[in-house]
């Protein structure tokens, strides 16, 4: 099958030089690996900001690891399934590979936390999303071309498109950004009511539209369509095929490179893990079973648990048995309302393993990131960025840096040159701007941010 040309088309026109033997995703994957935003990833958390280690997981190593992830199950869904009709639609290496690799590019400084502080410091001037702002870093603000940012080719957009709904059509009116109304000395987000929908920003209607373009009327519409939610913000109901296999790694990374870690750095304990998957995952202990008959004779359960806990190299062991048990059960999924090949198609990670997945990625939730001790570092990353942007925003002439005050000054005093500079920050850099703003002890014009 022979993919149709207008999905390689830029917004950008740009022709390559003679010489160049790249093709599409090659020239994405190139732009992707050399921009600004995947290097400031390396200073981006990908749980909490655990101090000095060489071992913790950054938004960097994560988004690397979702990109190998994502090409393994491309390779994998054409060896399992060599004569489906939606075999010949997988992306190439470069295209998925550029897809996993700017997922996480729209995440702010200090992860959920930063993200639901810039959605309320936006409340009223279009909101902020993570995912969202990834499609506007691609679209607009990166560096290699004119006026399209990044200029990556359609079908890489398509992919990059989480979230096809916009910011104003899927946000539940009843859950505006707010602070809560119980303490009384300090500003508190409402955590709940400022959570942003999943979407993209308003701001990049022009894009998504260039991107839908190929489209028919009624794949377009359906596309877009939303499932309202009692009291929580509306939930998308499709993405695009190479999207789909990005968020299948998404997943298993999370769930199991995020558990590797949480073991690794003493976040959680044996008996707290052995309790809460008990039971939970008959389908990796029955591969366990056949395909390594003779590391256990008995309980094979407990030999996963003394393997995870046990010393750096079993660990590893297990963790990449892990990746394979899910990797390997990602299966093709058809949505027949769709005519289009890219949306008719999509993948997912089939039971009984998906919900052994969902079990992981709960644990972690439950254990790690819901914790005190990670809610108070999230708690205070919140905290300053919302005092960074408010001080920006008050005086931006006298407190933003040059070049991004021309930026604010030529789009006519827009909030969203403020919120595209904050968001971008790393974690450190975010600290040490709200340091030099607001900590009591004198600093120096020669302190580098």
């Known amino acids: 099958m022979t993919i149709v040309r207008h999905w390689s088309a830029r917004r950008e026109g740009w022709t390559p030089q003679s010489e160049d033997a790249r093709d599409d995703g090659d020239i994405d994957y190139a732009r992707v690996i050399h921009s600004a935003s995947f290097r400031r990833l390396q200073g981006?958390?990908?749980?909490?900001?655990?101090?000095?280690?060489?071992?913790?997981?950054?938004?960097?190593?994560?988004?690397?690891?979702?990109?190998?992830?994502?090409?393994?199950?491309?390779?994998?869904?054409?060896?399992?399934?060599?004569?489906?009709?939606?075999?010949?639609?997988?992306?190439?290496?470069?295209?998925?590979?550029?897809?996993?690799?700017?997922?996480?590019?729209?995440?702010?400084?200090?992860?959920?936390g930063g993200e639901i502080a810039l959605n309320y410091c936006m409340r009223g001037a279009g909101g902020f999303e993570g995912n969202g702002q990834t499609l506007r870093i691609l679209a607009r603000l990166e560096n290699f071309s004119a006026g399209a940012g990044a200029n990556l080719s359609r079908r890489t957009m398509l992919g990059v498109l989480k979230y096809p709904v916009a910011f104003s059509r899927i946000a539940n009116p009843a859950l505006a950004p707010a602070l809560l109304a119980g303490p009384s000395t300090i500003k508190i987000i409402d955590g709940r009511a400022s959570k942003p929908p999943k979407c993209y920003l308003d701001s990049e209607q022009d894009v998504v539209d260039w991107i839908l373009e190929p489209l028919s009327h009624a794949d377009r519409e359906a596309f877009q369509t939303f499932a309202p939610q009692e009291g929580k913000h509306g939930k998308p109901r499709h993405k695009a095929l190479d999207c789909s296999i990005m968020d299948a790694a998404d997943d298993i990374a999370y769930g199991v490179h995020d558990l590797e870690d949480a073991i690794a750095l003493d976040l959680v304990t044996r008996e707290r893990f052995a309790a809460a998957l008990q039971d939970k995952c008959p389908s990796f202990l029955?591969?366990?079973?056949?395909?390594?008959?003779?590391?256990?004779?008995?309980?094979?359960?407990?030999?996963?648990?003394?393997?995870?806990?046990?010393?750096?190299?079993?660990?590893?062991?297990?963790?990449?048995?892990?990746?394979?048990?899910?990797?390997?059960?990602?299966?093709?999924?058809?949505?027949?309302?769709?005519?289009?090949?890219?949306?008719?198609?999509?993948?997912?990670?089939?039971?009984?393993?998906?919900?052994?997945?969902?079990?992981?990625?709960?644990?972690?939730?439950?254990?790690?990131?819901?914790?005190?001790?990670?809610?108070?570092?999230?708690?205070?990353?919140?905290?300053?960025?919302?005092?960074?942007?408010?001080?920006?925003?008050?005086?931006?002439?006298?407190?933003?840096?040059?070049?991004?005050?021309?930026?604010?000054?030529?789009?006519?005093?827009?909030?969203?040159?403020?919120?595209?500079?904050?968001?971008?920050?790393?974690?450190?850099?975010?600290?040490?701007?709200?340091?030099?703003?607001?900590?009591?002890?004198?600093?120096?014009?020669?302190?580098?941010?």
């Open 44 to 112: 981006k958390t990908q749980i909490l900001n655990l101090g000095d280690s060489d071992f913790y997981r950054t938004r960097l190593t994560h988004s690397l690891e979702v990109a190998q992830i994502a090409g393994g199950i491309a390779r994998q869904l054409e060896k399992s399934f060599p004569d489906h009709s939606a075999t010949p639609l997988l992306p190439d290496r470069g295209t998925i590979h550029s897809i996993g690799c700017t997922h996480d590019f729209g995440h702010p400084p200090f992860g959920h």
């Open 286 to 449: 029955d591969a366990l079973k056949a395909k390594y008959p003779g590391e256990s004779e008995n309980d094979v359960f407990a030999q996963m648990v003394d393997g995870l806990f046990g010393g750096a190299a079993s660990r590893k062991r297990f963790i990449g048995r892990l990746v394979h048990h899910f990797l390997t059960a990602v299966e093709f999924v058809e949505r027949p309302e769709f005519a289009e090949p890219f949306l008719r198609w999509g993948v997912a990670v089939a039971s009984p393993q998906r919900e052994f997945l969902d079990v992981l990625q709960g644990f972690v939730v439950d254990e790690v990131i819901t914790s005190p001790a990670v809610q108070h570092l999230e708690f205070k990353g919140q905290g300053m960025v919302v005092a960074v942007f408010e001080a920006m925003q008050a005086d931006p002439a006298r407190l933003l840096p040059r070049e991004e005050f021309a930026k604010y000054e030529a789009a006519g005093g827009d909030l969203r040159v403020i919120c595209d500079f904050v968001a971008a920050m790393t974690d450190t850099h975010l600290l040490k701007t709200y340091e030099r703003l607001f900590s009591p002890r004198m600093g120096s014009v020669f302190d580098r941010l």
